[in-house]
Structures are given as structure tokens and as C-alpha cells.
């Protein structure tokens, strides 16, 4: 069964910035686009940004310029740095193996 553990959230100020890690198991990692969405008190999940198996990041609008997502296939991990953190930045974020498979979910949250 394929397994993304999520680490790294917490609570941070406005500006400030967290990096978030996800670790794959039980899944042909390299082979696999792997992303992360976030999910805001009663919205929807979004996408934040996604990066393809030669890590070609593609990111949301709403992040673009603040956030970087990045993968290591040799540790079979995946990153997601976030500066400059908003208030609106608030929410579960989760990790995404192709679109279909996805982590427990981590706390981020940004407030002063």
C-alpha cells in the first residue's frame, strides 16, 4: 500500500516560512508526478504546485514566486519550501503521488 508521510507544519507569522517534507514508500517514486494541494476551512482542495518525474515544477498563481517544490528520488522525498507565508496561506496541506494518492495531511498555520 502506498504510503506519503507529511512533515514540517506548524504555525508560523505572516512573513515567516516553513518547509514541508514528504516521504514515499511502496511507490515507484522516480516514476511518479508529485505535487502538493491544501485544503482551507470550508473550501476546496486546490492544487499549490506540482513537479514532474524531471522535476519541472509548475505552481499555482496564488503561490507563485513565494513557494518551491522540489524532489529528491534518491531519498524518495519531496519538499515544499514557503516564504513569505500569508494569512490566506492557512490550511491542511497534503502530498500527491499522480493525481490519485495522498498523504494524512499537515496543519499549516500563518496568523500573527
Known amino acids: 500500500q502506498v504510503q506519503l508521510v507529511e512533515s514540517g507544519g506548524g504555525w508560523v507569522q505572516p512573513g515567516g516560512r516553513l518547509i514541508l517534507s514528504c516521504v514515499a514508500s511502496?511507490?515507484?517514486?522516480?516514476?511518479?508526478?508529485m505535487g502538493w494541494y491544501r485544503q482551507a476551512p470550508g473550501k476546496q482542495r486546490e492544487l499549490v504546485a506540482t513537479?514532474?518525474?524531471?522535476?519541472?515544477?509548475n505552481y499555482a498563481d496564488t503561490v507563485k514566486g513565494r513557494f518551491t517544490i522540489s524532489r529528491d528520488n534518491s531519498k524518495r522525498t519531496l519538499w515544499l519550501q514557503m516564504n513569505s507565508l500569508k494569512v490566506e496561506d492557512t490550511a491542511i496541506y497534503y502530498c500527491?503521488?499522480?493525481?490519485?494518492?495522498w498523504g494524512q495531511g499537515i496543519q499549516v498555520t500563518v496568523s500573527s
Open positions: 500527491d503521488a499522480d493525481g490519485n494518492t
Open positions: 511502496q511507490i515507484s517514486f522516480k516514476d511518479a508526478i
Open positions: 513537479i514532474s518525474t524531471r522535476s519541472t515544477p
